[in-house]
């Protein structure tokens, strides 16, 4: 896969054509995808959905370079937010009407009624939100800020859509304050990583009520120990009120842990 970035469509499309001449990207250059690019900033919504209704739960925003002031590589994500100032009532309400209603009834007409967690990546350009990308499932990082902010009980709403109920109705309320997750990831990610490090958590960033640690690429060793086992390993998710709190109380606990 590659891109072609032109000024217009016009000039994307002879960039594109002089590489596929020049056989640039080999078999994978046999197919050519012309998308618009979208400028500004990105917002993750995710909505609980019983093929009728899209019920959405707070909005949060990634970060996906590896890099410090947003440098370097892309990545799985590296942090993440929420709220987000940007996610205003008036933008999810737009945000309802012109993507999760007209997709859900488009499925609806497909006789594919979608019933889940529908993840709608969110480009918000100039002229209003715009789908980069849809998931049909929750987003990593984002639901390390989503859930723990989440007053409501998801596990209920969750066995309703499974069982063919309606999510009408249902409220995900959200604890006042804010939350932040930091990825922890292993030496060398995003690309090849050493596995099988030791990891230690001291309990005293376990016991606390305003941080939670979510482990992602861990393991189990031979022995029982907490090892390495994935580029990202953990995500250190702070919670408090406001942002910057959250933030501080994140980097303090990330600093204590050690692989
Ligand atoms: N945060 C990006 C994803 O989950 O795909």
Request: net charge negative; hydrophobic share 45%; aromatic share 6%.
């Amino acid at each position: 896969m590659g891109a072609v970035v032109g000024e217009s469509v016009d000039e994307a499309i002879a960039a594109a054509r002089s590489m596929l001449e020049d056989r640039t990207f080999g078999a994978a250059g046999n197919e050519v995808v012309v998308e618009e690019f979208m400028q500004g900033e990105e917002l993750s919504v995710f909505a609980l959905c019983d093929g009728e209704h899209a019920v959405q739960l707070l909005p949060a925003q990634d970060h996906k370079r590896i890099g410090e002031g947003d440098t370097g590589p892309n990545t799985g994500g590296m942090g993440a937010y929420a709220p987000v100032s940007i996610g205003t009532p008036a933008l999810l309400d737009r945000v309802q009407r012109e993507i999760f209603a007209p997709t859900l009834a488009a499925l609806r007409d497909d006789d594919s009624a979608f019933r889940g967690l529908l993840y709608a990546g969110l480009m918000l350009t100039a002229d209003g939100p715009k789908v980069v990308e849809f998931n049909c499932r929750f987003g990593d990082p984002e639901t390390q800020v989503v859930l723990p902010l989440l007053e409501a009980n998801l596990l209920a709403a969750l066995l309703a859509v499974a069982r063919g109920e309606s999510v009408a109705g249902w409220e995900p309320r959200t604890l006042p304050g804010a939350a932040l997750t930091t990825v922890l990831a292993a030496g060398g990610y995003p690309g090849s990583v050493r596995k099988g490090d030791p990891i230690a958590i001291p309990e005293t960033v376990l016991a606390r009520d305003d941080v939670v640690v979510f482990h992602a690429g861990t393991a189990r060793s031979v022995s029982g120990g907490l090892v390495t086992s994935g580029g990202r390993v953990l995500a250190v998710t702070g919670i408090g009120d406001p942002l910057a709190e959250a933030g501080a109380k994140r980097r303090a606990a990330a600093a204590e842990i050690r692989f």
